[in-house]
């Protein structure tokens, strides 16, 4: 039981809660994963299990690609469809071709500020905390390389993109100042990660059948590393 095992996580369930499944449901003492997805976002989680824990780091600087759906015209304080609107504004006078070039100009190196509700950590707490207690403070930025943005669908207020960025980077910033940038406000409606190089969403398991899997079968699903 030492290796990689991937799961395509379902919208609504926290990373530990996946790690905490596997780690009780399989009787493995460690159970680790390779970068948190929040709970609202779907997709690939990798887990690693036993003397693959070690080993996290490798998986953490890997590039990540997403299925992104944005919805503009809105601000919301965590930068998600599962927030609190704060703002609203008009989009009706934004063009394809002006979407298109605001949104390939977020293509390279760029600096990046955290979400307000993040795990980051300002003085030793974390900032979703200071932001429940009601707290002012300024949003660390951290320089992210985004390597490329696929525009997949424009039909508004929705913008549909495939993402492929660096490690550290925050999709739901990226929406809230590509709506910004457009003057309208945007946040993540929808977020879904494809893949975490080198492995894809279509090899993890559904959690569903996780559930139902017996040890011997989970053998048969780990990478070994």
């Known amino acids: 039981m030492n290796g990689v095992l991937l799961v395509d996580k379902p919208r609504g369930v926290t990373s530990h809660d996946v790690v905490s499944l596997v780690r009780k449901q399989f009787n493995i003492k460690k159970v680790g994963h390779a970068g948190t997805l929040d709970p609202a976002a779907t997709g690939l989680l990798i887990l690693l299990l036993g003397r693959a824990t070690k080993k996290s780091n ?20 965590t930068d998600d469809g599962e927030g609190e609107v704060i703002a609203t504004h008009a989009f009706d006078k934004l063009t394809i071709t002006k979407i298109s070039d605001v949104i390939k100009g977020f293509e390279g190196e760029i600096l990046q500020a955290v979400p307000r ?20 403070f300024s949003l660390p930025e951290r320089i992210v390389t985004i390597y490329s943005i696929k525009i997949k669908e424009i039909e508004l207020p929705f ?5 492929n960025c660096s490690k550290g980077t925050y999709i739901r910033s990226l929406c809230r100042d590509i709506g910004q940038e457009l003057g309208c406000g945007g946040c993540v409606w ?33 990478i070994e590393l």
């Not at 509700?117 to 002012?136: F, I, P, T």
């Open 159 to 163: 913008v549909i993109m495939e993402v």
């Open 117 to 136: 509700y993040s795990a980051v950590k300002r003085n030793g707490k974390k900032l979703y905390q200071l932001a429940r207690e009601g707290k002012k």
């Open 58 to 77: 490798s998986f953490l600087n890997a590039a990540k690609t997403y299925h992104v759906k944005c919805r503009l015209g809105i601000a919301t304080d």
């Open 190 to 222: 929808q977020l879904n990660r494809l893949s975490s190089e080198p492995f894809s969403v279509k090899k993890a398991i559904k959690l569903e059948r996780l559930k139902e899997t017996t040890k011997e079968e989970l053998i048969k699903e780990i």
